[in-house]
């Protein structure tokens, strides 16, 4: 059953070798002080097998573990060595297998084991929902709307006509998917997300005449493994849509525009804001509060430092910060004559009086000062 893990299965999942007892339970992942018995506590310390020394001090530290017994370890070879009594299963590289091993509980948590419909949910009798999805109380399912195998919709979610859940994608309570908006296999969507909505295509008024509002009639697709925060929002494109690629992890507050195109495995940190048409080529990472104007191009690998505001097109692999964003030293040097603005202004109007002391009839000065 999908969330209880043995230490074979475990082992297996993670590509490691069991230490002990491959039958034992595994029933949560828990910090080194807090440890209890069946519990999996992951430690990353490198050891020097010839001279028994650490040979780096990442956290957690092994002499910080709880010492109940029944607590297992997911550890280097090195840590079994030393510890004979220790069971769990030992990884080449734990610190890398640590977030796999969290996502695997964590998956269990949020989905938990239920499937079918709610009583109170209202599905379309025109919706096709897989018998291994599950949707939860209050939620709202359109015609036309499709969701996959193991899919999990927490209570109070809206599925927009002709939309798409994929499959083992968790929808968490109040997010909102407007129509046609198709998610790829193991998407996260948090609380109050909104997908869909409509784009903010605007015509400026032309002397009496109103504002124009432009008809958004594109789409929302995100690609596999792509999360979406709390509160953030994905408009739908103007006729194309708006695509997010796979892999792409949004923090929490994040607004997309309609038309903008993300590519794989970007990062885009709380409050950013991505302005419409705009691209984020490959690995891309958009730090706290950044920003990117319309039709702006960022380059593979590029980051926009935090409150950084990119207006034309980043390099591949650059690191811009500041508003008009430039490259990061350009930006430190910017920053550190700013820093010495007042010295440097006082200093001027020091030499003014100089200068006008030394011409004659008092007509020195640039005015520089005033």
Known sequence: MEGVWTLRSLAERVEGRVIGDAALLVEGVASPSKARRGEIVCLWNAFDTASGQKTDSPEPSPEAVNSSEGVLFLAAPEFFARHADASGVAVEHPKKVFPLVLALFSRALRSGAQCGIHPTAVVSPKASVAPSAWIGPLCIIDEGAVIEERAFLHGRVFIGRDCCVGAETTVEPGAVLFESVRTGRRCLIHSNAVLGCDGFG?????????????????????GDDVELGVCSTVDRGTLDDTVIANGTKVDNHVH?????RIGRNC???AMTGIAGSAILEDNVIMAAGSGVKEHTRIGKGATV????????????????????????????????????LPETLSRVKKLEK???ALLPDGRGGSGAGE
Request: aromatic share 2%; no cysteine; hydrophobic share 45%.
């Open 202 to 222: 605007i015509t400026p008024s032309a002397g009496e005449a109103p504002p124009e509002k432009i008809p958004q009639i594109g789409g929302v697709v995100l």
């Open 256 to 260: 997309i525009a309609h038309n903008v």
């Open 267 to 269: 990062i885009l940190v």
């Open 305 to 340: 430092a935090a409150k950084g505001g990119a207006i034309k097109d980043v390099p591949p692999g650059e690191v811009v910060s500041g508003f008009p964003a430039r490259p990061h030293r350009e930006n430190f040097r910017v920053q550190a004559a700013l820093q010495r």
């Open 354 to 356: 100089r200068l006008d």
